[in-house]
Structure formats: structure tokens, C-alpha cells
């Protein structure tokens, strides 16, 4: 069955660390991977995708992505976090053969001062 | 590039009424739009797929009759929550495929925060 985890319900950082949220996922054949942020009360606003090329994805706001095939992560990044980055994280992964979005549990950010 | 626009943002109704809210894509068309639920703390569940000119695809358990869907344009599909009771509150998201074919990300409107009564 095609699944997305994040295992993490809540990631506390403090600003200027770097900060990692993890996502694996498990699906037939190439997956499509997308991270969505969220903040209160709104849509979701898309940060970036794995679709084929470079393991390493650079998207919006500073942040990055690391696709492992091996280990089925696709597991977000950013060097240096800022308070502003505090929101809800969601990574989803679609199937070459479904346009379906599979979404994970979500993960919320929290950077401290 | 890509905006979906969604309204109300809020809207607070009396158990029993109903209440209407839209999705546009504002600088695309959208042949096929998502429409979502999402509880407090809870991630997002899928509630229908709204295809332009036929019948929306509704997911297992979410009943079609109470969440009417109409795509009746490239740019616009709105769902009505009809008779809406205490439960039905909850923030609805719509979203839209954008134009690059099968990798493409999907476009969120700001949701719809329903209050019933």
C-alpha cells in the first residue's frame, strides 16, 4: 500500500540551527515527492519537488530536500531556521501511475528564539 | 503564476442552512480541482476530485449528497455544504492541478473556516 510518514508530530529548533524533518514514504514504481508548508488558518503553499534528476532539491524560502531511494526518504532541510519558519510541514508523494496525493501525517515547526 | 483563489475565507451559519463556497484558479485553467478537509491538529483528507464538465469523483465515506460539488468552468468549482450540522465544522481547502502535466504541484486556496451553530 502507498503510505507517507513523518514521524515526528512536533521538531523544536532553535533560530540560526540548522533544522531537518523527516519524511519516508512507500510506493510503487518512481515516486513524485512534494513538502507543503502551512500556516494558521491558511492554504498550503508549495516549497519544492522531486520528480527525477539530483537527489538535492532546492526550493522556496531557503529550504532543500534530500531524495535516498534506498532509505525512501525525502527528508526536508534548511541550514539556518528562522522564526518565521514556525508552521505546519506536510509531505506527500504521487505515484508515476495515480495523479492521487498520498499526504503525510504532517510535522510542526517550531524555531525558538 | 498559479493562484487559486478560495471564499469565503470564514463563514459562521445556523445548523440546518446551507453554505456555498468557491474555488477559482485566477490565472490558469483548472480541468481538475481537489477539495479537502482538514480537522484541528490532523493532516489533510482528501473529500472529492472535481472534474470541469462531469461528475465529481467523491472519496469513500464523505457523502455526495451533503457536499454538492459543481465544476462548471475552467476556473471555478464550488462546494455546497448543504443542511450543515455542528459537525460539519471544520476548515475546507480547495486546490488545483497547475498546467505542467503530471509533475505538477498542486495550488492551494486559503481555506474556508465553517462554523455551524
Known amino acids: 500500500a502507498q503510505s507517507v510518514a513523518q514521524p515526528e508530530d512536533q521538531v523544536n529548533v532553535a533560530e540560526g540551527n540548522p533544522l531537518t524533518v523527516k519524511c519516508t514514504y512507500s510506493?510503487?514504481?518512481?515516486?513524485?515527492l512534494f513538502w507543503y508548508v502551512q500556516y494558521p488558518n491558511r492554504g498550503l503553499q508549495f516549497l519544492l519537488k522531486?520528480?527525477?534528476?539530483d537527489n538535492l532539491v532546492k526550493g522556496s524560502y531557503g529550504f532543500e530536500a534530500e531524495f535516498n531511494k534506498s532509505q525512501t526518504s525525502f527528508h526536508l532541510k534548511k541550514p539556518s531556521a528562522l522564526v518565521s519558519d514556525s508552521a505546519l510541514y506536510f509531505c506527500?508523494?504521487?505515484?508515476?501511475?495515480?495523479?492521487?496525493?498520498?499526504w503525510g501525517a504532517g510535522t510542526k515547526l517550531i524555531i525558538k528564539p | 503564476g498559479a493562484v487559486v483563489s478560495q471564499h469565503p475565507s470564514w463563514v459562521i451559519c445556523k445548523s440546518g442552512t446551507s453554505v456555498k463556497i468557491e474555488c477559482r484558479s485566477l490565472?490558469?485553467?483548472?480541468?481538475?480541482m481537489f477539495w479537502y478537509r482538514q480537522f484541528p491538529k490532523q493532516s489533510l483528507m482528501l473529500m472529492a476530485t472535481?472534474?470541469?464538465?462531469?461528475?465529481?469523483?467523491?472519496e469513500q465515506g464523505v457523502e455526495k449528497d451533503k457536499f454538492l460539488i459543481n465544476h462548471a468552468s475552467l476556473t471555478l468549482s464550488t462546494l455546497t455544504v448543504t443542511s450543515a450540522h455542528p459537525e460539519d465544522s471544520s476548515f475546507y481547502i480547495c486546490?488545483?492541478?497547475?498546467?505542467?502535466?503530471?509533475?505538477?504541484?498542486?495550488?492551494f486556496g486559503n481555506g474556508t473556516r465553517l462554523t455551524v451553530t
Open positions: 472535481s472534474n470541469e464538465g462531469s461528475k465529481a469523483t467523491y
Open positions: 490565472d490558469f485553467q483548472a480541468t481538475t
Open positions: 506527500a508523494v504521487r505515484a508515476y501511475s495515480n495523479y492521487q496525493l498520498i
Open positions: 522531486y520528480i527525477t534528476g
Open positions: 486546490s488545483a492541478r497547475g498546467t505542467e502535466g503530471g509533475s505538477s504541484p498542486l495550488h
Open positions: 510506493v510503487s514504481g518512481n515516486p513524485y
